[in-house]
């Protein structure tokens, strides 16, 4: 991008860059808002000026992270929480790390943020951030360096791509609509007003529809569908692609509000069946049986432990012990041990939710996998539950 010249008007002031007073102050030619006494001082405090002048719609994530350093303030903008882990951070000191290690980089380092952008785009963030503090004396790293060495799990770079936030968009919406049977003379305006009265259950079954009817779409754990619609039931990715299309013979046999219906009276195993399209997974049967009203929290607790950007819940916390969890290490330290449990060749999710039940889940991982004596305390939690006297 182009670094904008200096207008031809003068005041008199400090330059913005470099603080010198004089009388020939002149702004910068784009927003008219930074004042400098030369062409060198503009092009100098381009990488920083840049973030203020250009529009608001052209910055990375990278450059409003640099905002938010530069204002000391946590950030709020949805990419920049999840591309730079914020999002993946469950103890509310991890925000506050994150935001000074990435102070260190731009504040005290002046690095440029399109130089953390083009790391962060091939998968190379860490080590940008190791690069940077590595080359500061030990004792001046201060201690979120150290944090981060032990946290680098929260900047490691998804494992899969959700393009759902771009497929959901007009053009699915009005696809969808003429799918179910909408009128195609309603315009997108008509449309969003209609269903804008519909309950929350019937628009979650009109998004999946969206995603359903777009060719390749592939479902990730971190999507609300994943579990709302019983795809964390199955074992493999091969199980999630039969359903899948499975989901694509229904809705192409049966109407929009057949489906809906079914979904939220938690029917869609008898919906399916009556179709000749059987489900047979115990998993995703007991899934669907619950939706939407209610699931078991070994369902939400395989969707935060397969998921990338998914939540520590209070259901998940209390019941799989994760409220024993006093920093992050040991919360991904435990994440990773129920994750084995469900990856195994024998997992099996009930089992697992009636061992929970018993207040067992130390007793039953040792069944399934080789697990560290220091997660038993860990692994304790609330249950069972005494039934107060009749």
């Known amino acids: 991008m182009r670094v904008p010249t200096l207008k031809a008007e003068e005041k008199e002031g400090k330059c913005d860059h470099c603080g010198r007073e004089t009388p020939t102050l002149s702004s910068c030619s784009d927003c008219r ?65 994150l935001l000074d290690l990435f102070r260190g980089i731009f ?60 497929i959901l968009d007009d053009n699915a919406l009005q696809h969808a609509w003429w799918f179910i049977g909408g009128s195609a003379s309603d315009t997108l305006a008509d449309i969003k007003s209609r269903i804008q009265a519909w309950p929350e259950e019937k628009h979650r079954c009109f998004k999946f529809i969206q995603l359903l009817l777009r060719a390749g779409f592939q479902l990730s754990p971190d999507r609300p569908e994943w579990l709302q619609f019983g795809f964390c039931g199955c074992k493999s990715e091969a199980e999630e692609n039969r359903l899948w299309v499975a989901y694509l013979k229904l809705i192409r046999t049966v109407t929009f509000e057949q489906f809906y219906n079914a979904y939220n009276k938690s029917s869609l195993p008898v919906l399916f069946s009556a179709n000749a399209l059987p489900i047979t997974n115990p998993f995703v049967l007991d899934t669907l ?17 397969l998921g990338y950007y998914q939540q520590l819940t209070i259901p998940v ?10 920093d992050e290490e040991t919360i991904y330290s435990l994440q990773q041990v129920y994750r084995k449990m469900f990856v195994g060749a024998n997992a099996n999710p009930l089992k697992l939710h009636d061992a929970c039940l018993q207040g067992k889940l130390f007793e039953h991982a040792k069944q399934l996998i080789r697990v560290d004596p220091k997660f038993a305390p860990l692994m304790k939690n609330i249950h069972p539950v005494e039934q107060p006297p009749a």
């Open 33 to 97: 808002k930074a004042w400098y006494c030369s062409n060198r001082c503009l092009e100098d405090h381009w990488k920083v000026h840049r973030l203020y002048c250009i529009d608001r719609s052209e910055l990375t994530s990278a450059d409003r992270l640099a905002l938010a350093a530069f204002e000391d303030s946590p950030p709020r903008d949805t990419d920049v929480l999840k591309d730079f882990g914020f999002l993946r951070a469950h103890i509310p000191s991890s925000q506050n790390q």
């Open 107 to 166: 504040n005290q380092g002046g690095v440029d943020p399109r130089v953390v952008h083009q790391f962060r785009l091939d998968g190379r963030l860490i080590d940008c951030i190791t690069t940077f503090y590595e080359a500061i004396p030990e004792t001046n790293r201060g201690e979120c360096y150290s944090w981060f060495l032990r946290n680098q799990h929260l900047l490691v770079p998804p494992p899969f791509y959700d393009a759902a936030h771009e």
């Open 289 to 305: 049986s619950d939706v939407p009203h209610r699931t078991k929290s070994v369902w939400n607790l395989k969707q935060f432990v």
């Open 317 to 326: 916390s209390v019941d799989y012990g994760f409220c024993n969890c006093k």
